[in-house]
Every structure is written in C-alpha cells, then in structure tokens.
C-alpha cells in the first residue's frame, strides 16, 4: 500500500469518527458536503490530482445527500477504500467506477475496512449504531462513554507521505543554520539559540519531553470529564473580558452536530486581538486538549486549536511537547519540527552496522527520527527512544574503550617498588590498612611497574581512606626518584590534603621508612614570590611531590620528571583540565590515578569510566561512627533547629543547606543570602553564621569555608557548593531543608560532610512536599549509611539517563537514557567491545568515527563553557 498524503490522513480520520458516530453525517458541523471545500484546498496544497481529488469531494456530498443508513454505510466505505488505495488515487474520476468494480469481491458480512478497539474489531460497515444527542451544552460525564474508542491497528497505521521542502529548502544539508527554514527568521533563531538548537540537526536530536496524546477524535456529545481528545466543530461565538488581575480571558464557543462545548484561554492583551481573529464566526477549528469541568459543565480550558482547513499538527495525532523558551510558542515549534522531521531524517545516515541493527532488532535512524517527535504509536514511540538511547550509549563505549586502547599503548616510565620498601611505609601508618585500602595500594603498585601508562580509577565513600592510599603512592613514586602531583578542585581541599599528607610523610621519615620528602602546596592564592620558589623547584625537581589546584596546570609550571598524576574529585575537572596535567610529564606520560568520593553503581562505572581500569575502597576504617540521619515534617522545622543551637552550646558547628533552586544560580544565590539573613535574625541572633553561595567569588568562597574550618563561624548556610571539598571535624551537624529536592548522591554527600572527629554526628533531613519518589529517597536515606548501596538504590528509582543528567564537568550527555535501559547499556558495551576487537581504528566504519570524534569535541567544549 502506498503512502498516505497528509491530506488524506485527515480526511479519514473524519471519516473514522463519522463510521465511529453511527452513519448520521454529524462528525463534522453541516456534514461532509460541507467539508468538501477545505478538502479540495488541502488536496491542492498537497499536489494530489484535481480530477481525482474532485471525485473525492463529490463522493462527500453525495454522501450528505443519502438518507438511509444503509447507503451510507456502503458509500463511506467505498470512499475509504478509495483514499487507502494507490491505484484509485491516481485514477480520473470517469474510470473510478471501473477500477472499483476490479477490487476483489466481500463476501457478505465479511469488513472491509477495519478499526481496531481495545477488545475487539469494528469495520466501516458494521459499526454499532450511536446514539445522538440534540444540539444542546454537552452534559456532565464522570465515567468514559459506552462508544468504543476507534483506531487502527498499528500496522495500519501508515505515517504520511512527507511534504515535500520548499524550493530554497531542497538543498539544505543538516549543518545549515535554522533561519534557513520558512518561520524562522532572525527573531526567531535567537529563541531557538537559547534552547541550543543552531541547525537543522540540532532540531532534528531536539527530543520532544513528553507527549499528549490527542489520537482520539470524538464528536462533542462523546466526551467525558478528565480525557485528553480531539474535536472538530465550527465557532458559533466568541467574546473577551478582562480579570481582576488584568488577565484577559477569551472564550469560544464550538458546536459540531452533536452539541456544542465552551473553550477558554488565559492570555495577555497582545496576543487578544490574534485569538479573537483566529476564532472567526462559523471558522471549523480543530480543538484538542483535556476536558475539565466549571460549574457542572464539561469545558476546555486552554487546549490547543488549529483551522481545520489547515494541515492537522496536533489535532487527531500523538503530539510532542517540547521545552520552550520565553516568546517561543508551541504550535510554532511543532509546525517548524513537522517541516524538518518530514524531509530532513532521510539526510541522516545510517551510521550503526547492520549486524548491530539486527541483531538488536533496532529501528533504522531515519525511522526512529520520525517516530521519536510525531509518533504515529506509543510503542513505535518506544522503538525509536530505544534505537536512540542505544546510539548514545554505543557512542560513549565506542569513545571510551578506545581511549582506553590507546592509553594502554603510551610509554611511561616503570616504578619497580621495593617490597621492603612498601611494608616499611605500611608499618610507618598510625592506624592500620582496611582490606580493600590493602588491595587497592596492590593494583597500583602493579600498575606502576609497568612500562605503559597507568590509568586508575580509585573510587571510595567520604572516609573511606583514598587519600591514605594515594600519599602510599607518592611516596613510593618518590622513592624512585620521580616527582607527583595531586591536583584538587578547590583550595580549602588542596589545603586539607596537604595537611594529611604532610602528616604521613613525616611519619614515615620519623620511623625511619623513607628518606624525608619535599612537599609543596600550590594554590591561586600563594604568594607570588612563594609561587617562583615552587615553580624553580618542581623545574629542577627539587620538589618531589606538589599539591594543588588548577594553578598547577598554569603555563608557568613545569616538571623535570613527573611520574604520577593524582587528580582528586575528578568528575570535577573536565578532560582538557585532566589532559594538561598528564600533559606536564614530558617525553614520557605520567601514571594516572583519579579519585572519586562519589558512588557509582558497577554497571554506569564501566559505562561512565570504561577507560579506566576501576577499584572501589568498600570497606570502612574501623572506629568511624554511623551518621544518625532524621526525617523531619516542616512542622518538625522549630526542633531540629532547637537540636541546632543545643549542639552548638555544646561547643559544635553546623552545616544548615539551603533548597535547591533549579531555575537559575543567580536565583539560588539569592535565595541563600535570604534565607541566611532570615536565620541570623530570626532562629539564631547569639550564634555568628556564615554563608557559602555559587555566585561568590573564588575568594570569597574560600574565606568562607577557613573561616568556618577554623571555628570562627558557628553555622555555615550554603547551597549545595559544599558537597565537596571542606573537613570540620567539629562540624556534627548536617541539616537539609528541602530535602526532597536533591538527588540520593547529593544527601549522601552532604551527611559526609560531618562525622569526621570523635564527636557523635547527625543529618537532619526536612522535606518541604511529598511525592512517591521523593520519599522513597529519604527513606533510603535514613536507612543506609553505605554510598555504593544508595547509588544502586538511585539508579533504580532515576535510571541511567537522569542518573547521569546530574552530571559535572565533561560528563555524557544522554538525553534518552531511562529507567529500564539497563539491558541496552550492556548490549552497548558488549557490542562496542566486538567491533572494536575487528576494526580498533575505526577504519571501516568511518560514520562511527566521526561520532566518537564529535562526542570526545563535545566534551571538551563542554570543559571549556
């Protein structure tokens, strides 16, 4: 069967509804004779034939002139037949009646056309009868109409023959700029811009949010409060009045042959004068939307409207839903999407391998393009997300197994440790090594032995021992006569490592285990004659191990012999930042550890970090108290901040996190500098608070946190910029307001924050509303103390996709990514490692090439903004 036109899939559409409404001419207002006309015009637009497209509309008044049911019946289906076949669609209207006479005989009973229902199948000559109300405000429903809801099975369902591109539209690849396509012109472009969508293919991988689906069409006399649905009708009035709040309100009244139903719109005056015109008197207009109730009538307020002589974006369709920007309206955001998904998805090329395609039974990318943004099905819909989904997880596989190959391959110089050497230092510890701290430091020293570069991911629980581990590293690399660096992503961190470290190289020099080290600690904030001493120092390699920020990949800083590259928080710095500290190695690559505090469940570690070879420190030191962690209601708001100051009393500090505000930083900072002005004045007028906000300057920020660190301030307000990066061992209290805002990683990460000194700790956690989700994750909270186990628990209430949509620096971006897509990330992996196995450069699958090439760009822009 050929493609439907556009204009013929409206048209059956109506024709649906008229078989679905019992045979009585009433699915559009004054019949189909009356339709005819904007048929005609349709047909026109859509370059059907005029003589073929006349007998249609004359077949239409025909049919509004038959007064038996009977005939009726038979001449609408015979007019479907016709619209669904190719070989009568391009007949004369002379020959119609000889080439219906060729279609194969129906035996008697036997459908011609059918519609599927839920449970059963109905056919356009044996739909059960309907009956029809008078012409009156349609009454109050609560429960779904007895009239089955009529659609096609999915098969049937065929997607439209796309309308072909304007002339100066023929010739546009995919990197052409928006303003190329008609209703886009500069104002325009500058609102897409802000939505990140530059071309043509940026509107093409701009997904759609969700969906309404507006398939069913119904007469007005069918509708039930609460469904979301489509009408056809004529406007039979129209009038405006202004609300007290100087909101103008425009109402609509539609009437189509089975009753009549008010539309309502909130609007503001400039856009008044443009609705009342598009509501012209005795205009059909195509209404979709959910239908609500006002004093006892059932209504539409604020639905979706087109002319119905006017190609059906949203009417009698699954429609997407798009997010906006200010001054960008919907419709035109779907008509301009409806352009470019009609013609452009076939300029796209196939990029995954056709054995990867099938095995996997995935969508082609032309198909899934459609189907992601104009659905003709919910599970087509579900196909697509699915094809698209797996494209950004194979890509991400693809890009990082082979940095991983090609890191394997770089020359590093290998440390052979002494294994007296290792005990000593061991020995040298004041506490002694948890098993996994012990299985760790043995990965790394093979790894250091090696003649390739090492590339170690150490991820652990806040407290769980990384840095120990790493400083066992340093030293040992010092040993060799090689220098290392540890980069962290903020001063006060930088500092604090410096001072353990400082600690544990003394210790060990104390006991005898390895000759002293040079340590320095490298900050924006060093002086400048200070900086010149350093930067002399690590040049001739008299400094053998430095601790810093970014100021250690400034231009200034050079090495004489960097062995080891230890970056801490590194989800925190992106890929060039990471690149340019191995980068200071010289001739040979440094060895690489990074290090997390944050928990990442095995199966998005080996996706996120499948370059890195992985080690998890599971295990916690012994003697580290549990957190105990409290659920407060808001009314519960005054004890906890009672629990507050009485621990203060007792000679402690308090962290108080302010909500998360996702609008903007700039809204957030000043929701924070409010809401600490209300708690200095209002909750704790004798105690000195401090505050930490993301719109501070750099030094601001660190004032803030030594001040807090070094007892000056009883409380630190901040907002969630102190997730990471400040140690107050005096610091016993962690209290959340909005709790249900923040993600299970976050809450984990801010209870780590305290807990860190011999006093018992608490995290209280107040929630400012409820959802399902959002108190499965405080609960979480409050039962687990384990990071790894919430991470899982995360990843199954958010999936993948928003899992990693809380993501930092360089980070992927996976926009498709959902909750039951754990298959599709090993299936990625699995295939990225087969392919990869046969062709590791890549060379006969240049597409894919260009994707890595284009992920590991977007990266590193992404560094860069």
């Not at 349609?138 to 099975?153: D, I, L």
């Not at 002399?536 to 062995?563: C, P, Y």
């Not at 103390?785 to 949509?805: M, N, S, T, V």
């Amino acid at each position: 069967m050929a493609m439907p036109n556009q204009a013929t899939e409206k048209l059956l559409k109506i024709l649906k509804l008229e078989a679905q409404t019992g045979y009585h001419d009433r699915a559009v207002t004054r019949g189909l004779q009356s339709f005819a006309a904007a048929w005609l015009a349709d047909a026109a637009r859509n370059d059907i034939d005029p003589d073929w497209a006349e007998s249609v509309a004359q077949e239409m008044r025909e049919y509004s002139a038959l007064t038996d049911e009977a005939r009726r019946r038979a001449a609408l289906d015979a007019l479907v037949i016709r619209l669904r076949s190719p070989v009568l669609r391009s007949t004369s209207s002379q020959a119609r009646s000889k080439d219906a006479a060729a279609q194969p005989a129906r035996r008697p009973g036997e459908p011609a056309i059918k519609f599927a229902t839920e449970h059963q199948t109905y056919n356009t000559l044996e739909m059960p009868p309907v009956e029809i109300a008078p012409m009156v405000t349609a009454p109050s429903q609560t429960t779904p109409s007895a009239t089955p809801r009529v659609e096609p099975p999915p098969s049937s369902r065929s997607r439209s023959a796309p309308r072909p591109p304007r002339p100066h539209e023929a010739g546009l690849g995919l990197d052409a700029p928006v303003t190329k396509i008609s209703g886009i012109g500069e104002f325009n472009a500058q609102k897409f811009a802000r939505l990140g969508i530059h071309t043509l293919r940026d509107l093409l991988y701009y997904f759609p949010m969700r969906y309404d689906d507006y398939s069913a069409l119904k007469t007005i006399n069918q509708l039930f409060y609460g469904e979301q649905v489509t009408i056809v009708g004529r406007v039979a009035s129209v009038r405006k009045h202004r609300t007290r709040n100087n909101l103008t309100i425009v109402r609509a009244v539609i009437e189509d042959a089975s009753g009549m139903i008010e539309c309502s719109w909130f609007t503001s005056e400039r856009y008044v004068d443009n609705l009342m015109k598009q509501f012209a008197i005795g205009r059909e207009m195509v209404i979709s939307g959910k239908v609500t109730e006002y004093l006892g009538r059932l209504t539409f307020q604020n639905p979706t409207y087109e002319p119905a002589e006017r190609e059906w974006i949203t009417g009698g369709n699954i429609v997407p839903v798009y997010r906006l920007t200010e001054g960008l309206q919907p419709l035109l955001m779907r008509r301009v999407m409806k352009r470019v998904v009609d013609y452009w998805p076939s300029r796209v090329p196939e990029h995954l391998p056709e054995s990867v395609r099938s095995e996997l039974k995935l969508m082609p990318i032309a198909e899934a393009l459609r189907e992601i943004h104009f659905p003709r099905t919910m599970s087509l819909q579900e196909s697509a997300r699915r094809r698209l989904a797996f494209d950004e997880l194979f890509t991400l596989q693809l890009a990082v197994l082979r940095q991983r190959q090609m890191w394997r391959q770089e020359p590093a110089q290998p440390l052979q440790a002494d294994p007296a050497l290792l005990d000593r230092l061991v020995a040298a510890l004041p506490y002694r090594l948890t098993g996994a701290q012990q299985r760790a430091l043995e990965a790394i020293v093979k790894d250091l032995s090696r003649p390739n570069a090492m590339h170690r991911l150490l991820q652990g629980d806040v407290g769980s021992g990384k840095t120990v581990v790493a400083a066992l590293s340093m030293a040992l690399a010092a040993s060799q006569g090689v220098q290392s660096a540890m980069m962290a992503p903020t001063e006060i961190l930088a500092e604090q490592h410096y001072k353990t470290i400082e600690q544990l190289f003394g210790a060990f020099a104390a006991h005898g285990a390895i000759a002293p080290i040079n340590l320095a600690l490298l900050t924006g904030s060093t002086k400048a004659s200070e900086k010149r001493a350093i930067y002399d120092g690590l040049a001739d390699g008299s400094i053998q191990v430095v601790i810093g920020t970014h100021a250690l990949i400034q231009e200034g800083v050079s090495f004489r012999n960097l062995g080891l590259a230890v970056v801490d928080e590194q989800h925190r710095f992106g890929v060039l930042q990471r690149t340019a500290l191995r980068q200071k190695g010289g001739t040979l690559n440094p060895h690489t550890l990074v290090m997390t505090a944050t928990p990442i469940p095995r199966t998005l570690a080996l996706t996120l970090y499948g370059d890195l070879d992985n080690t998890i420190l599971d295990e916690m030191p012994p003697g580290r108290q549990p957190i105990e962690t409290y659920w407060f209601a808001p009314p519960e708001r005054e004890r906890a901040y009672r629990f507050v100051q009485h621990q203060v009393e007792q000679g402690r500090q308090a962290f108080i996190i302010c909500p998360l505000v996702e609008e903007s930083e700039k809204i957030e900072a000043k929701a924070a500098v409010e809401e600490y002005e209300r708690l200095q004045r209002e909750v704790f007028p004798t105690l000195k608070l401090g505050l930490l906000h993301g719109k501070m300057r750099p030094s601001e920020k660190e004032e803030a946190m030594r001040a807090f660190a070094q007892g000056e301030t009883h409380i630190l307000v901040s907002t969630s910029v102190v997730e990471v990066g400040i140690d107050v061992p005096n610091a016993t209290v962690m209290l959340i307001e909005g709790a249900n805002r923040f993600g299970l990683s976050q809450l984990h990460q801010f209870r780590g924050r305290v807990g860190r000194g011999q006093h018992k700790s608490y995290c209280l956690l107040i929630a400012d509303s409820s959802s399902a989700i959002s108190d499965q994750r405080l609960q979480a909270i409050v039962n687990t103390q384990d990071g790894f186990k919430l991470a899982e628990i995360d990843l199954e209430i958010r999936g993948p996709g928003e899992f990693f949509g809380t993501r930092q620096s360089g980070d992927p971006e996976l926009k498709l990514v959902g909750v039951g897509d754990r298959d599709l990330l090993d299936a990625a992996r699995t295939q990225a490692e087969k392919l990869l196995e046969h062709d590791p450069e890549l060379a006969g699958h240049p597409l894919l090439a260009e994707k890595v090439s284009a992920f590991w760009k977007h990266r590193e822009v992404s560094d860069a903004s």
